[in-house]
Every structure is written in C-alpha cells, then in structure tokens.
C-alpha cells in the first residue's frame, strides 16, 4: 500500500508541476450566484472512510460551503482541506456542511486520507470529498480549467439550494477560511435581520438597513 501510495505522488507531482507552471489563463467560469446549485449524485469518500454516493440536494435545510481543488496529493491543497478542517466546528455550529470536490477518484481521495499531512496527505478528516472523475461537476459549475483540473473554486449555498456567494481563484492562490466563515454569518445575518452586511462587516458588528436613509445612518457612523 505504502509503495502504491508514493508512486502515485510521485506520478501526480509531476503532473502538477507542469500545471502550475502555466497557471490558468482561462476558464469555463459562469456566475451561479441567485441560482440554484447545480445538483449532482457523485461517489464520495466519507469521514467514516466508506465510499457511497453523496447527492448535493440531499443537504437540503442546511447550508452548504462546497469547494473545489485541483488535485490530491499536490501543494496548495492540503493546505487548505486541513484548514478546512480544523475550524470545521466553527461552520458545524452555523448549520453549515462542507464538501470537497475534485477530478481525482475515490480511490485516490481515500489514499490521501490516509496520509498522514507530515507526508503530504490530509489525514482523517471530518468532512466528505467528492470524486468528479469525469469532471461533470466542476464543468456544471464552471470552475473546470483547460479541460484538466478544477479550479479553486467556493459556493456558498443557502438551505434552499440557491447559490449566495461564490469566489474562483487560480490554482496557485490558497483560500482563506476566515472569509467563508465570515460569509456564512453575513448570509445568516441578512436572513435573520432583514438588514445588508457593509465592507468589512463581521459578527457582532452593526448591519445597515437597506435604505437612503438607513446607508446615510450608517455612513454617518463609519465613513470616517
């Protein structure tokens, strides 16, 4: 298994060093936001290490961070799914689920599982990772580049399944997971309050009512 394991890497390593020598230049990127997810049923590997199909719409009631990443076993990524999940009871306690996506297979997802991070792997993490071999899902989403890998791409989905917020970066470019935190109580606090979330807004901070009279109250207070 361990030398199954490290001929992978090595396999993908060199794929990706020529990827993200090039960088991404250009894409297949539409805006979702105000739409409805694109649903889809896809093999994933579980926190309980099964491997069984996950459908998007079954999460419905709850909100949704789905992101997507190039490649197992690669640079960037690691990264970001363990940060991912180290403030995975942060979104928890928002009602939010989080799921990775990338082209890789199952096989591949639980092999990266099962290394550890000192050896380029992700370890058991707490949340799913979505097999998109035929790369249906990242093309639905548009976050597909060059016909290869997906792009760094993060959908917020509200409980309705209708995307809220989304953001692309290039392969190269990590996520911060204080930010989509940060959308998450923007999107429950706008649902909540009735109220729209200014630059910079974070929990606890004052909302501005979507008014003149509301964004003169609140410009009053802050513009300096």
């Avoid at 035929?134 to 993060?154: P, T």
Wanted: aromatic share 10%; net charge negative.
């Amino acid at each position: 298994m361990k030398k199954w394991i490290t001929a992978l890497t090595c396999v993908t390593l060199l794929l990706t060093i020529t990827m993200y020598g090039a960088f991404a230049s250009e894409s297949e990127s539409t805006s979702l936001v105000t739409k409805e997810a694109p649903d889809f049923t896809a093999q994933a590997i579980m926190p309980d290490n099964s491997i069984t199909d996950l459908t998007l719409s079954s999460y419905r009631g709850e909100y949704v961070v789905l992101f997507f990443y190039p490649l197992d076993f690669t640079f960037v990524c690691p990264s970001e799914i363990i940060a991912f999940n180290k403030d995975l009871k942060k979104f928890k306690d928002r009602n939010t689920a989080v799921i990775g996506v990338s082209v890789d297979s199952p096989y591949t997802h639980y092999a990266w599982r099962h290394t550890q991070p000192e050896n380029g792997g992700i370890g058991q993490i707490g949340f799913p990772l979505v097999a998109d071999l035929n790369k249906k899902i990242s093309r639905q989403y548009g976050v597909l580049f060059d016909e290869s890998v997906a792009l760094r791409g993060l959908f917020l989905i509200d409980k309705q399944g209708v995307v809220r917020h989304q953001v692309v970066n290039d392969l190269p470019l990590g996520r911060n997971v204080a930010e989509a935190i940060r959308m998450v109580d923007a999107l429950q606090f706008t649902e909540e309050h009735g109220e729209v979330c200014p630059a910079n807004w974070e929990l606890g901070k004052e909302g501005m009512k979507p008014t003149a009279e509301g964004v003169a109250e609140y410009l009053k207070k802050h513009a300096e």
